[in-house]
């Protein structure tokens, strides 16, 4: 566990952990105030560790802390909490009061993000500039390594650490992200830290030396080294050669900020197989980096390719859906911070070497923060979610991430124009964007395209995601940009090479996004082919959205949603004419009641509102997917007409595909494929005793209960008179077979065979129906109507026992031909 370098005994961190097991969490809260106020930076810095993890929770699960991703607005602790959290809060206080005096604590290295810790451990240095200059190498081995972290970046670490690290939370828990006081934290972090408006607000604490300093800012003359494909230090180095930094005053400004992020990113979305790690350190990459470095920086040394290849790297990364909505949070607050930045910033770059010397620390933060710090990492998390996500209603979650990125346009402040949100063009300055994460857009889809074949389209909530997906996709001018940025990445290397007289600088090396006219074009091409490299591997195999392999799967995916409409339709018709045909008779108690239509086994997107909605929701997506594919009407009538060609009206009554086994059917894949499309489905119904269903909603559960004693006991008593009463072939036969409930038989085909029931079940006597509110309510309107006529409760009794017997003889005599009809 983490702990100071510094160890002292400390009765004030005694009598704080034996207050923690007695007091209530409000008074701890207050006497840690006056604490923090009151006590030197010596007597504090030994309880901060102590405190960190009993807010946070233990880096190994063991201890939960306060439970922040499980504290609600509804319980009594969480203003309190979010008060001591705040950024200028109690908490934080501590933290500058110790940073202000350069205490280190220790973490250790087996904490770390799986990738960081195996680079480490094998001697290699991290290209996260956040982990440089602050190992610690014992005598036993680089196993054993610890990093001493500054008290903001101990904080920080813990911060991050807790929504990743495994829990075990009280029985009957409910994680639930958007208002837990977890999630406001981290809102509340990124709007202080990463302000969109003005600047980072300065400690408010400061001793004799002065305002609380950064203990290892960045140097002057490489602006944000170690992060985007356009770095060269990329290239790993030794670990024992931890570069030097030398003190940039100007950087003072943000390097909380920096922190803060490169905190949340490592922690967050370092995590992915082995495959695409291995991706990313392969000697193709290092030779591309080499490349690129030494026309944009001749005298940079040069590692050798392939030199930071490990081989022994896996680690299981199953992220929930709470991590992702925290990603996202992230992702949206990064373009609102990344679109603040003010015109004249951009208006004034030049490839100068100082088109930056009037520009303040945090603006050029802004301008290079979203490619930068997250790119790289965001496009591997979510290539993994989108590859290992189950195919449910909650990817929902890590859809919306991703189209949050691709669409930075939504979250520049300005005000939404009138015009209908279909024609809402993406302005151009965009292109360059979407040019420079090209992956994002093509790739991804690509990977959406196989889930979405795999998904079962007829729940609305997975027609949803197709639609808004296709919804994005179909913007005006988003698809041309997209093509351009193929046609850049596709230019052949010859011209490349032919066009490009000068170096290429990147905006962290004296560069500028916005270049001259004579250079665009390279600037562009080496853009986005550094970009798919990077991401990639320069012997990727690039498949063009608008290609025509990708274009086949489209009009596959084309075809399924065109079957998964006529599914919804088909089951909406079937049971709105059920609803229809049995909601007269059923209301008077005379429709044969249906037990598997209500069975609340049911399906609830199965509905007929739910219905409705994904038939609306794959109609617009069919639409879109038109427009982006510049599809026509014929061709879209003609893929439809086939789908419905090769389904006639009995196919949907039949069984899904399956072969005779031992113990009954067997699903084949077509018939694991029929179901997840819903073309095809077993016919599930209720087989068990009627009398034993789940009580509904529309039945009084005392009178069910109540009936259903007084029934069996009548059962028990009267069975044999029973039997012998439906035995008889006459008109008593008849009518006692159709007051007394019957053996249900042999209901729909279920691929499961019955067990046998060792003999037809016995009539009896069903009293459930009148626990039913709907018969009670027929019943006190029977009786109310009676009184009206002046008639008693005995006669009213007699008059509906008449007309019961009455209708049950009818149904007696008429019986065949009612069943005919």
């Not at 003072?252 to 490169?262: C, G, N, P, V």
């Amino acid at each position: 566990m983490a702990a100071p370098t510094l160890q002292q005994p400390s009765f004030l961190l005694v009598n704080l952990k034996s207050d923690s097991t007695t007091k209530p969490l409000l008074q701890r809260c207050q006497d840690l105030v006056k604490i923090i106020d009151e006590y030197p930076a010596k007597e504090l810095h030994l309880i901060l560790p102590w405190l960190v993890e009993s807010v946070f929770g233990s880096l190994d699960g063991c201890t939960a802390g306060w439970n922040l991703r499980l504290l609600h607005a509804r319980s009594n602790e969480y203003n309190v909490v979010l008060e001591f959290l705040n950024p200028s809060g109690p908490m934080m206080k501590l933290v500058y009061k110790l940073q202000a005096e350069e205490y280190k604590y220790e973490i250790p290295v087996n904490y770390l993000p799986g990738p960081v810790k195996v680079c480490i451990q094998q001697g290699i240095l991290p290209e996260c500039p956040l982990f440089h200059n602050k190992l610690q190498f014992p005598l036993s081995g680089l196993l054993t390594l610890n990093l001493a972290l500054n008290p903001f970046e101990f904080f920080m670490f813990h911060f991050a650490s807790c929504l990743i690290t495994p829990k075990s939370f009280p029985q009957g828990a409910h994680v639930s992200s958007s208002d837990s006081a977890y999630f406001v934290l981290v809102d509340t972090y990124l709007k202080y830290f990463l302000p969109s408006e003005g600047s980072v607000p300065p400690s408010p604490f400061s001793d004799s030396r002065g305002s609380v300093t950064a203990p290892s800012p960045r140097s002057s003359s490489v602006s944000f080294a170690g992060y985007g494909v356009h770095s060269p230090s990329l290239l790993k180095h030794h670990i024992f050669h931890q570069p030097s930094v030398n003190a940039d005053p100007a950087a003072q400004e943000i390097w909380r900020s920096e922190t803060l992020l490169q905190m949340f990113v490592e922690i967050w979305l370092h995590h992915y197989s082995l495959e695409m790690y291995q991706k990313l350190q392969s000697p193709q990459l290092a030779l591309l980096q080499y490349r690129l470095s030494m026309s944009s920086m001749p005298s940079q040394p040069f590692a050798p390719p392939g030199s930071g290849t490990l081989h022994t790297y896996q680690e299981p990364f199953s992220p929930t859906e709470e991590h992702v909505l925290v990603v996202r949070l992230l992702v949206k607050h990064l373009h609102a911070f990344s679109n603040s930045l003010k015109p004249e910033t951009l208006s004034s770059s030049s490839p100068s070497a100082h088109s930056h010397a009037h520009t303040s620390p945090l603006e050029e933060f802004k301008r290079v923060v979203v490619q930068r710090f997250v790119q790289q990492k965001l496009y591997l998390f979510l290539q993994h979610c989108f590859s290992h996500w189950p195919l449910d209603a909650s990817f929902r979650a890590v859809l919306e991430t991703w189209l949050s990125y691709i669409q930075p346009w939504r979250y520049t402040g300005e005000k939404i124009s009138a015009q209908p949100e279909q024609n809402r063009t993406v302005p151009d300055k965009w292109e360059p964007f979407v040019q420079e994460n090209l992956l994002m857009y093509t790739k991804l889809f690509q990977v959406l395209l196989n889930r979405a074949v795999r998904t079962d389209l007829v729940n609305a909530k997975n027609a949803l995601m197709i639609f808004r997906v296709a919804k994005v996709f179909s913007q005006p001018n988003l698809g041309e940009m997209i093509q351009k940025g193929e046609q850049l990445f596709l230019e052949p290397e010859h011209v490349l090479q032919h066009r490009q007289p000068r170096g290429y600088l990147t905006p962290g090396q004296g560069g500028s996004f916005l270049s001259s006219r004579q250079r665009a074009a390279t600037d562009l091409v080496f853009r986005v082919k550094s970009h798919v490299y990077a991401l990639e591997g320069q012997d990727c195999q690039y498949k063009q959205m608008f290609g025509c392999e990708l274009r086949g799967a489209v009009m596959k995916l084309i075809q399924i949603i065109a079957q998964a409409r006529q599914t919804a339709k088909r089951i909406s018709d079937h049971s709105g004419e059920a609803a229809a045909s049995s909601s007269f008779l059923s209301w008077f108690g005379m429709g044969t009641p249906d037990l598997n239509s209500t069975f609340c086994g049911a399906e609830p997107e199965e509905s007929g509102e739910c219905l409705k909605k994904t038939h609306e929701f794959l109609d617009r997506a069919l639409e879109n997917l038109c427009q982006i594919f510049k599809l026509n009407q014929g061709q879209l009538a003609q893929l439809i007409s086939n789908v419905g060609s090769s389904q006639d009206d009995g196919h949907c009554k039949q069984l899904p595909d399956c072969i005779q086994g031992e113990n009954g059917l067997i699903l084949t894949d077509l018939g694991r494929k029929q179901i997840i499309s819903g073309l095809r489905r077993f016919d599930i119904q209720y087989q068990g005793d009627p009398e034993l269903q789940p009580i509904r909603s529309y039945e009084n559960a005392l009178l069910v209960r109540l009936f259903y004693q007084i029934s069996s006991l009548l059962n028990e008593r009267f069975g044999g008179h029973m039997n012998a009463l439906c035995s008889r072939p006459d008109l008593l036969g008849r009518l006692g077979r159709h007051f007394l409930a019957a053996d249900p038989g042999s209901s729909g085909r279920s691929p499961v065979p019955r067990p046998p029931s060792g003999g037809n079940r016995r009539p009896r006597l069903s009293l459930r129906p009148l626990a039913s509110y709907r018969t009670l309510l027929l019943l006190l309107l029977a009786y109310g109507a009676g009184a009206a006529l002046a008639l008693g409760p005995a006669s009213c009794t007699l008059l509906l026992l008449v007309g019961g017997l009455l209708y049950g003889l009818l149904v007696a005599l008429l019986g065949d031909k009612l069943k005919t009809h």
